[in-house]
């Protein structure tokens, strides 16, 4: 086939190819909120492929029409880039509905006739991205049936893709069971699975604060580290009726499991050989399987607190325990707070941990990474016992408020020789005026650009979970189970925490 | 300080901010920042713009408000008028700020400068002493190359920004530009509004193409045809050459016109060019071959373009974003892209080839 000769050199960024993309559970939050907004604000830029075709796919029985002014008037509401009448006449022209149980094959053959009738008008067989937005136990009839109604294959040399939504799995198991259900349909180098946070700007910058700067990279190890953090705090509870999944899931697997892990592996890994999507993923890996790992309550017990939020209250706002709130069983054993001590077992880190907390209901919303780096051997000044105490800190904080901060210590003015903590600070938002785009967009163009980079792989998810079964076990299926903890809603965190940091004469940095 | 009451452009100067001696700029620049703890200064790069023309006083501050609120830079404002007499140069500081986050305020450093009859070694010492150091230099040279682009001063240039839609000679502006990035052992960056004007153009171009049936067709074209509106006949040439090329076509010199030979056989392309009295820097580009045909085409004042393209039976009805026109909105464009690129200048000789056909040597 013929190169497109204007493609080259037009472009820095991945191009998306042609294609159409099928959305399973269409007519879900999901849809509405994210990814019809993405595609639309794809548009804008100028970045979707020609002939571009959305079909969604669920069990209600509407038409085009009224499937098109709903997602319409979703994204009025959502998209980054507000909404032009003109453009979205365009792009709505490419959106269809089809009408399916997601457990019918006969839904699957007429989706198949559908697609081939687009193709037809197209003029050419098209490749397909296949979008599970629907709940996870789905995605065995789904991968099932896409099989057996011939769709799992691209025709005439085309592709087949299909992009997967967290959770991906509950376990270790049923992960397992689930790649092997979707890479028995799509190849392993087809299956995307989703993780926002790669998509995050910031995220995607540790790459590039590490590697491109010399400064860093070679203090990047347990020489000069001392210890590194991981927050992702939250300001929220159960609200919107969100309590019924998350007292089925719980901080550890929500969030550690995934997000956390992806930014863990980011900081920790090795330089990649190139960037191609298997070499980072590859190093990424390495850093999951180095986790030493916590195997008994007793070992849990040391380096891993749970917790519960009770009453309290978050800017000024007087809230419930999380046993009271809505969908969440009064009874509930799920922790909404987690903090671990990590080792990895390598030897850049041997000896240097990396504390993880997440949690609900804290005083505010951040996802930041702290780098602490180890004190001089010696300080010759005469200081205080509090900055005695300080070291070099690189903060990259993920969201809100992106940027990059690095807290140094300075001679304070005077005639004294007393020494201060500065903090060099850099937004990215005052000084990258332009808005980034949502971590959505990015996903779905390398989605359809063929670029796995930014995607879990399936090693990656399957070792987070042996990782993480084993704290389940120990919480959930031991005759001595560690404590459920409790902190007052608005509040850092339980005493506990605090003190797994200062067992090691450490402390959690002020947020 | 100087008195300049008799200036007749006094009235623009008022804009500017505060006049502050030449050689207490940074002295009155800190005392600015302190005078308010509320703002935070950020900047990422040196932007400077340069004219010879009082008459774009006005025109350039308001366009120094627009860049800065979406790049964090120092801006350095320059008019340098040529005249006889003593050398004699004022000062202005200002403080351009837009809110962020809906609490702080974060701004930007603007210093404007007046420099009469100094020559090129003012404008440099002027420059050079006013950068905010460690931050690359770019420069918006409006109109003309003058004497007082000079080497010392090019050669300390990362991106240089011009426009050739303004200049009245574009065989000897372009003879600058290519003797520069020589100069500078291809380091120079340089980038042309005029090529800018059809950025998002060549992106629905290859857009478009990326449909096989389409791309299939390429071999075939014969026909190049760009309808521009008075004035932007180098973007529109640009635009042209650029196409050509990338069907593998070379201006033919013995050919009359624009007509590109393919190096790998096939029929030669032409390239003609329709200008229109006024509307839109680019209004259409058709490409037509045996049995196909595409059009980008934007309608006045829509921010998109259509794009229609057909082989055969084969039927391709898309939009894109269209080019951004205003002077902010072109820089602005040219700022959010890091890294620059090199593609402008090697389309600079052929550029050269066709401008000089017009007849301008
Ligand atoms: N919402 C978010 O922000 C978000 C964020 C990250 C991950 N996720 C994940 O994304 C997935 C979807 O989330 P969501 O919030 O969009 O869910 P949702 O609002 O509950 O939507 C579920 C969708 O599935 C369809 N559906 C359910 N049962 C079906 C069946 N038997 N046959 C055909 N269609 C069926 C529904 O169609 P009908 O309307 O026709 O019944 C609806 O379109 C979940 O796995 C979730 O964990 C969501």
Known sequence: ?511 | MPTAAADPAEEAFAQLGMEVPLAQVDKELKKLWEADNAKTRASLINFAIYSEEVANLGRNNALLDGITAQHACRALMILSRPTDGEPRARAWINALCRPYHGQQTVCCEQLSFLLDGGGAAQVQNIVFAHLDSDLPLVVWWQGTLTRNFEERLSSRIATLIVDSATWANPCAEIDVLIDARERSGGKLDIRDLSWTRSHFVRLALAACFQDPIACASLPRIEEIAIRHAKGHRVAALLLGAWVAQRLGGQLDDRLPGFQFQRAAGGPNISVTLEEVPSGNALQSLSLKGKDMSAVISRDADSPYVHVCGSCGDHRQDEIFPADVETETELISEQLSRAGGTTLYSTMLPALRKMVGRAGCD
């Open chain 1, 1 to 511: 086939m013929m190169e497109n000769p204007f493609q080259e050199t037009l472009f820095q960024r991945n191009r998306a190819e042609p294609c159409t993309v099928v959305i399973f559970g269409a007519t879900g939050d999901l849809t509405h909120r994210k990814l019809i907004p993405a595609f639309y604000n794809i548009a804008a830029c100028g970045d979707l492929p020609p002939q571009f075709k959305v079909v969604g796919f669920a069990r209600r029985d509407k038409s085009d029409e009224v499937f098109r002014a709903e997602l319409e008037a979703a994204n009025r509401k959502h998209s980054r880039q507000g909404h032009n009448d003109e453009l979205w006449a365009t792009f709505a022209q490419g959106i269809h509905y089809h009408r399916s149980e997601f457990q019918d094959l006969e839904g699957y053959k007429s989706l198949k006739v559908q697609l081939d009738k687009y193709d037809q008008e197209r003029g050419t067989a098209a490749n397909r991205l296949f979008y599970l937005a629907s709940a996870p136990e789905f995605f065995e009839p789904i991968m099932q049936l896409l099989r057996e109604a011939g769709l799992n294959e691209g025709a005439d040399g085309k592709w087949a893709r299909v992009v997967c939504e967290k959770p991906f799995g509950k376990d270790f198991a049923s992960a397992r069971k689930l790649n092997d259900t979707v890479n028995a349909t799509f190849d392993e180098a087809d299956t995307y699975r989703i993780d926002h946070y790669l998509g995050k700007e910031t995220a995607q910058n540790i790459m590039v604060l590490r590697f491109a700067n010399a400064l860093f990279e070679p203090n990047w190890n347990n020489r000069y580290i001392d210890h590194v953090q991981i927050t992702c705090a939250e300001n929220l509870g159960m609200e919107g009726g969100r309590g019924g999944y998350y007292d089925t899931a719980g901080a550890l697997r929500d969030m550690v499991q995934n997000h956390l892990f992806q930014l863990l592996s980011l900081v920790a890994m090795e330089p990649p050989t190139d960037l191609s999507a298997d070499s980072v993923r590859d190093e990424k890996v390495k850093v999951i399987r180095a986790l030493r790992p916590l195997v008994g309550p007793e070992a849990v017990t040391q380096n891993v607190v749970r917790a519960q939020y009770c009453a309290g209250s978050v800017d000024g706002v007087q809230r419930v325990g999380y046993r009271e709130e809505d969908r969440v069983n009064p009874e509930s054993k799920t922790e909404c707070y987690v903090a671990l001590r990590l080792m990895i077992d390598t030897w850049r880190w041997q000896g240097v941990p990396f504390y993880i907390r997440v949690g609900k209901q804290l005083p505010k919303k951040a996802t930041e990474i702290s780098v602490h780096f180890k004190k001089p051997p010696q300080v010759p000044f005469a200081t205080s016992k509090m900055l005695l105490n300080s070291e070099n800190t690189l903060v990259i904080r993920i969201q809100p408020d992106e940027g990059i901060a690095l807290r140094i210590l300075c001679k304070q003015p005077g005639q004294a020789l007393s020494v201060q903590q500065v903090k060099m600070d850099f937004h990215y938002s005052s000084s990258f005026g332009n808005a980034s785009p949502e971590a959505y967009e990015r996903l779905l163009l390398d989605a359809m650009a063929g670029d796995a980079t930014l995607f879990a792989r399936r090693d990656e998810v399957e070792n987070a979970w042996k990782f993480i079964d084993e704290i389940q076990k120990a919480w959930h299926k031991s005759d001595n189970p560690p404590p459920m903890c409790e902190y007052p809603a608005g509040s850092w965190g339980p005493v506990e925490a605090d003190n797994l940091l200062r067992a090691d004469g450490r402390e959690w940095r002020l947020l």
